[in-house]
């Protein structure tokens, strides 16, 4: 077997299959069970401007022009092999960038934060999406400006099909309106308005916590679904908060079971079968792609269940001085890290506590007949065992005098942590120290696979029911990852690269602890692959 294959992880093992990028004339229809106003071909943007709508709160968005029409805060959709040729403009009072997380791309198209767009400034963006079928997602990354703008509503979804995806809503008999992709985050909500991104020392450590939900930017969100299976791609979206998902039926009495529901996939698609839980992790970055039977239902809340987030780090970190910020306003005329020392504890709840996080109600049509779930979803095989080229091992650390950081180094644009040569198969060993917090750990264009966890205790402990310690959400692709305090974890990352041009010579990417404080906290280095 080729060992691509085996590892399954990267665009390479089906890449023959995806054929020749279409063209805009041609561009693959949404699925039909998606239906959602908001949801805009990828292929037919030909102008992407990030705006901010209220200078108050400091609330922006992303607006798609596809020409005949625009799309205000647009869900992407494109199948793999189609294509991203658009203009972003940046019509911010800061820099940004436009990041597609988890998409394979060449260094100048990973809107990574090398090379930022300036207020007022647009950048033609051109790539090919080469990922498997999966929920992906697009937000800024300017160093030192990533938590403010994604907190003011940069987030958008990204989701990308391919035979896998279109079978797999076949075989659920999806209805038009049962499919529904989801970006969950937390706001501080104060007398009914969102409060502006001002955090602090505290904020700085936890990272910045809100205290109601927001589904695709909406407060108590609901959707009307028929009933019979919902496929559900949900993201977390949140600055800093773990979400530990489940389901309950609104008629069930206190102390009534969750519903059970199949997991499909996690960040870079579907698993090779489906997995039955009642409820998952999903840490900040993270994606899940979700089968759960509305038979016989009326109405269900997505919840995220209390659990202990095991915050082990005391001590305030330093603030950190970003010389880009003098030269440009807050979002909201507020300043960051700086302000009094402990927040309204009204207007933030710990991370771990229980939040409901949306409604959905089955509405009368006729009851469809619930298919069984397929038994196989992709061809992903188990994560890889076979020989790897290399071992690599990092630390993260938490510091007062320096605060978080990976292998005791705080982040540096112009610094590269190591190179890595393109086609090597490496084994990561990280280490989260005991006295630390959960980080959720984000590789740039490269997907990997989760080989094993050790030293994971508490909440966390009782969800390692799969071999090797592992979670079930660890055994699809990934491109984030949880560690908990005091746990190690093994990874198998390719980093296979494609032959187009456009990957052409050294490749800078990223990898950070998407807690997007920590990360505007230095957490977080560059790499090479050369
Ligand atoms: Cu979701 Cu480096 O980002
Ligand atoms: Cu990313
Ligand atoms: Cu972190």
């Known amino acids: 077997m080729n060992r691509r294959r085996f590892l399954g992880a990267g665009f390479a093992s089906a890449a023959a299959a995806c054929g020749v990028g279409p063209t805009r004339s041609a561009v693959a229809p949404p699925p ?28 922006c968005r992303y607006v798609a022009d596809l020409g005949p029409r625009k799309v205000a805060q647009p869900i992407f ?20 960038t436009v990041h597609f997380h988890g998409l394979t791309l060449a260094e100048a198209q990973d809107g990574a934060g090398f090379d930022p767009i300036a207020p007022g400034a647009r950048k033609r963006v051109r790539f090919e ?8 997602w697009f937000h800024p990354h300017p160093h030192g400006f990533t938590a403010e703008q994604v907190y003011g509503g940069l987030a958008g979804l990204l989701v990308v099909t391919d035979d896998d995806d279109e079978a797999l809503d076949a075989a659920l008999g999806l209805a038009p309106g049962n499919r529904l992709a989801l970006a969950v985050a937390d706001a501080r909500v104060v007398g009914g308005a969102i409060r502006p991104y001002a955090p602090t020392a505290e904020d700085c450590l936890t990272g910045w916590l809100g205290n109601r939900a927001l589904v695709n930017g909406e407060l108590d969100a609901e959707r009307v679904v028929a009933p019979g299976w919902a496929r559900l791609q949900i993201l977390n979206a949140c600055n800093a908060r773990g979400l530990l998902l489940g389901f309950r039926d609104t008629a069930a009495r206190e102390g009534e079971q969750l519903i059970p529901f199949s997991l499909l996939g996690t960040d870079g698609g579907l698993l090779g079968a489906p997995r039955e839980i009642d409820r ?20 269900v809340v997505a919840v995220s269940l209390e659990f202990d987030a095991r915050h082990q780090a005391h001590g305030m970190p330093p603030r950190h001085h970003h010389p880009a910020r003098d030269r440009y306003p807050a979002l909201a005329a507020e300043a960051v890290c ?10 933030r709840l710990p991370d771990g506590a229980e939040l409901s996080l949306f409604t959905l109600h089955v509405g009368a049509a006729p009851a469809r007949a619930t298919p069984p ?39 540096r644009l112009d610094e590269t942590a190591f190179s890595v040569r393109r086609g090597t198969r490496e084994t990561w060993e990280i280490r989260n120290s005991p006295i630390s917090m959960p980080h959720p750990m984000h590789l740039h264009g490269f997907g990997f696979r989760v080989l094993r966890r050790q030293g994971t205790y508490g909440a966390a402990r009782r969800f390692a029911t799969e071999s090797g310690g592992r979670f ?42 998407h807690n997007l404080e920590h990360e505007d906290g230095m957490m977080m280095r560059n790499f090479a692959v050369v």
């Not at 998606?34 to 992407?48: H, Q």
């Not at 494109?78 to 940004?96: H, K, W």
């Not at 700086?338 to 207007?347: H, I, K, L, T």
């Open 32 to 59: 039909a069970a998606l239906a959602d106003d908001r949801v805009a071909p990828l292929a037919a943007v030909s102008r992407l401007v990030v705006e901010r709508q209220d200078p108050l709160a400091g609330r």
């Open 77 to 96: 959709v494109a199948r793999r092999g189609e294509s991203f040729d658009a203009v972003i403009e940046n019509a911010l009072p800061q820099p940004t």
């Open 129 to 136: 999406v080469k990922n498997r079928s999966g929920l992906y």
């Open 280 to 299: 998952a992790f999903l840490y900040t970055g993270e994606r899940v792609d979700v089968a759960i039977n509305l038979a016989g239902r009326r109405a």
């Open 338 to 347: 700086e302000s009094a020392v402990r927040s309204d504890p009204g207007d």
């Open 373 to 411: 779930l397929p038994s196989r979803l992709s061809g992903l095989p188990d994560a890889a065992t076979g020989p790897q080229d290399a071992m690599r091992r990092l630390r993260l650390d938490f510091d007062e005098r320096t605060g978080f950081l990976i292998d005791q180094t705080p982040y």
């Open 472 to 513: 079930p959400t660890d055994l699809g692709v990934k491109d984030t990852v949880l560690l908990w305090p005091n746990e190690t974890i093994w990874l198998a990352v390719d980093f296979a690269l494609p032959e187009d041009a456009a990957f052409r010579g050294a490749q800078r990417y990223m990898f950070h602890c």
